[in-house]
């Protein structure tokens, strides 16, 4: 059974750089796509972008400027940068294996990171 | 973007009850129509894929139909551990865009 664990910290400070790292157990990064989704509070879900384990990108425009996915197949790892964050980025952090037309299979637990001074 | 509007927001039955949540994209997805349900605290659990396809493990009470802009998830008989946030998510084109959510709350 795939399991993936978000790991990061819950508090940035504006303007900084939020970083996550999703792990990936009980199976290979290798050979699929790996993607970050958030859910703000009492708001619905987002999706931010998704990385092929080649790494390979593709991002939403609406935070494009600002995302960055990466991936270490050596360590089972895929990792988000969102920089320039304010008090709007605050939100539930998912990672999740893409299946792309078959869904978001396996999901980790979710991360709740908050943007305040 | 490709727009998912899913109605009702909220929704209310009963043990037992059958009901239907519906999705609609603002342009044709063809068959690329995920759903999935989110409890309080917990990640969203995939539950159909390409519109009518059961997600192993989950419920047969559990179906989806529709192409095109329209699609439907149908729970036959509610069950207790049924009462959640259901969402759709269109995976034709990026970015990936869900539905604003449905709370299926008990009456």
């Known amino acids: 059974q795939v399991q993936l664990q978000e790991s990061g910290p819950g508090l940035v400070t504006p303007s900084e750089t939020l970083s996550l790292t999703c792990t990936v157990s009980?199976?290979?990064?290798?050979?699929?796509?790996w993607s970050w989704i958030r859910r703000p509070p009492g708001k619905g879900l987002e999706w931010i972008g998704y990385?092929?384990?080649?790494?390979?990108?593709s991002y939403n425009p609406s935070l494009k400027s600002r995302v960055t996915i990466s991936v270490d197949t050596s360590k089972n790892q895929f990792s988000l940068k969102l920089s320039s964050v304010t008090a709007a980025d605050t939100a539930v952090y998912y990672c999740?294996?893409?299946?792309?037309?078959?869904?978001?299979?396996?999901w980790g637990q979710g991360t709740l990171v908050t943007v305040s001074s | 973007d490709i727009q998912m509007t899913q109605s009702p927001s909220s929704l209310s039955a009963s043990v037992g009850d059958g009901v239907t949540i519906t999705c609609r994209a603002s342009?044709?997805?063809?068959?690329?129509l995920n759903w999935y349900q989110q409890k309080p605290g917990k990640a969203p659990k995939l539950l159909i894929y390409?519109?009518?396809t059961l997600q192993s493990g989950v419920p047969s009470r559990f179906s989806g139909s529709g192409s095109g802009t329209d699609f439907t998830l149908t729970i036959s008989t509610l069950q207790p551990e049924d009462f959640a946030t259901y969402y759709c998510?269109?995976?034709?084109?990026?970015?990936?865009?869900f539905g604003q959510g449905t709370k299926l709350e008990i009456k």
């Open positions: 342009q044709s997805i063809r068959s690329y």
């Open positions: 998510q269109q995976s034709h084109s990026t970015p990936q865009t």
């Open positions: 999740a294996r893409d299946l792309l037309d078959r869904g978001l299979d396996f």
């Open positions: 390409a519109a009518s």
């Open positions: 990385i092929y384990y080649t790494g390979s990108t």
């Open positions: 009980g199976g290979s990064i290798n050979s699929y796509y």
